[in-house]
């Protein structure tokens, strides 16, 4: 199962991880499918969202911030309560598509690995999924 | 790659896409299998919600609008800062079930494509995958 | 097609289906692949997310309440629109990868049915998609 290790500089980060998920799919040899992206951790996410732009992000950032505030009446009393209401609303999976052997993304398009409670190690795992019986699925 | 032209009309709107979506799984011949939509635009979304009553999918529109106004201090300056806000809270993935060639959609359910910074022209993209060796992958 | 019947008991409630599901994919015999729930309900939805301390989700739930309140200027009439507008934000499916016959999901993670208006007799379906030609397809 393919993996990407991660390194988060701080508290909330958006971090583009397209060329890494393109040269697993690269790697897999297969040319038609799914891309699943799934992260397993509570306090993060995966999005999809324009890449051109660095200020896209950070608006879906600070808006996340807004709507979840750091302090506020929770119960889980660690502190990063927060961090998981917006993995809830951001979600921690993304299936993408692959066509002839590329992952298919819109011209701005770009998949983010969304932290919510770093700096910390992170992981993400990635499933390959071919449609034609003679692609290989990577596991 | 099976895909959708969309036109949408005004600045957001939610388009009902459910038959266009099941005519496509017919088409492809999948009897038993998962059917991905994949949205390649950073300002607009996929969402599976009650089509019935048109009101609410309004209404889900109407919220988004009030927690991501269309004014606010957006660092993003092409003006559509929100929209990009609300493409990640809805998320550009889908997956929905197929059984016996037909979408597994509840009573009330059909797929919305959420148009967020329009009016545009638009493209939902639409992997059909079978899991039996028999059927044929769409592709 | 496999299912899981969901009895909820309040209005709003977050159910751990995380063992229920691990035992489809375990009878399913598929070691390798993804397994795809979808909630067919417009007023429910499913997340992956804290499981170990259970006011995690509560927070999740409350912010959503306040995020989306009960009383508000909303157009359609049942009474239970902000439920849609939470399912829209939490998303009905959520894919999830299998490997050596188990669910990949990080330490803390557990699945989630979301109730937004019970209590209801509810169902969640799942997918077991294997990767690998020897696994036999569950549904």
Redesign the interface.
């Known amino acids: ?1 393919p993996r990407l290790a991660i390194r988060t500089g701080s508290k909330v980060e958006f971090q583009d991880i397209t060329p890494r998920v393109q040269e697993l799919v690269t790697l897999s040899g297969v040319k ?3 891309c ?1 992206i ?1 992260v ?3 306090t993060a996410a995966v ?4 890449h051109a ?1 660095p ?2 992000v ?3 950032a ?2 996340l911030d807004y ?2 505030p750091q302090r ?1 009446d ?5 502190g990063n ?1 927060p961090a ?2 917006k ?11 692959i ?1 002839g052997g590329r992952l ?3 011209t ?2 770009g998949i983010f690995f969304c932290e919510f409670d770093g700096p910390r190690s992170r992981t993400v ?1 990635i ?1 390959i ?5 003679g692609d290989k ?1 990577l ?1």
């Open positions: 199962m038609s499918g799914v699943c799934f397993p951790h509570t999005t999809v969202n324009e732009d200020s896209v950070r608006d879906v600070q808006r709507l979840v506020g929770y119960c889980h009393l660690e309560a998981h209401i993995a809830s609303l951001v979600g921690s999976s993304e299936t993408l598509l066509d298919l993304l819109g701005w398009q795992l499933k999924m071919p449609d034609r019986p699925p596991s």
